[in-house]
C-alpha cells in the first residue's frame, strides 16, 4: 500500500503527468466527470468506495446527477501523498470500467 509521506514537488509532478484529468490546488487534487446515467455514477462510486475502505482512503465526493467530483488530500499528513495519486488513478479505472 502507498505510504503516508507528503510528496515533494518533483515528485508531485511526476505523478501527475499520468493523471492529465486532474487538477491541483494546493494540498489537493480534483477531478469532475460525467457519466453515461445517474446509475452509473452511483456504480463508479461504490467501486471507488470498495477502494477507498480497502486501502483506509476516503476521498470527498459530489454527486450531482451524472456529475461526480472526486477530491483527494491525505488530511493525516497536512498535504498529497502516493495514496493520493494511487487513489486518483483507480478513479480514473473505474470511471473508465463500470457502466
Known amino acids: 500500500m502507498p ?4 510528496l515533494t514537488e518533483d515528485e508531485l509532478t511526476a505523478g501527475l503527468a499520468g493523471l492529465p484529468d486532474w487538477t491541483r ?20 462510486v461504490d467501486a471507488v468506495a470498495v477502494e477507498a475502505e480497502r486501502i483506509d482512503h476516503h476521498p470527498d465526493i459530489d ?3 451524472r456529475t461526480l467530483t472526486f ?10 501523498t ?14 473508465r470500467t463500470v457502466s
Not at 494546493?26 to 446515467?37: D, F, H, L
Not at 502516493?82 to 470511471?95: G, H, K, Q
Open 3 to 6: 505510504d503516508r509521506t507528503l
Open 25 to 44: 490546488d494546493g494540498g489537493t487534487i480534483s477531478r469532475t466527470a460525467e457519466t453515461a446515467s445517474f446509475p452509473t455514477a452511483i456504480r463508479v
Open 63 to 65: 454527486i450531482r446527477w
Open 71 to 80: 477530491a483527494l488530500s491525505t488530511h493525516s499528513a497536512g498535504g498529497l
Open 82 to 95: 502516493r495514496l493520493d495519486l494511487a487513489l486518483a488513478a483507480f478513479v480514473d479505472e473505474a470511471l
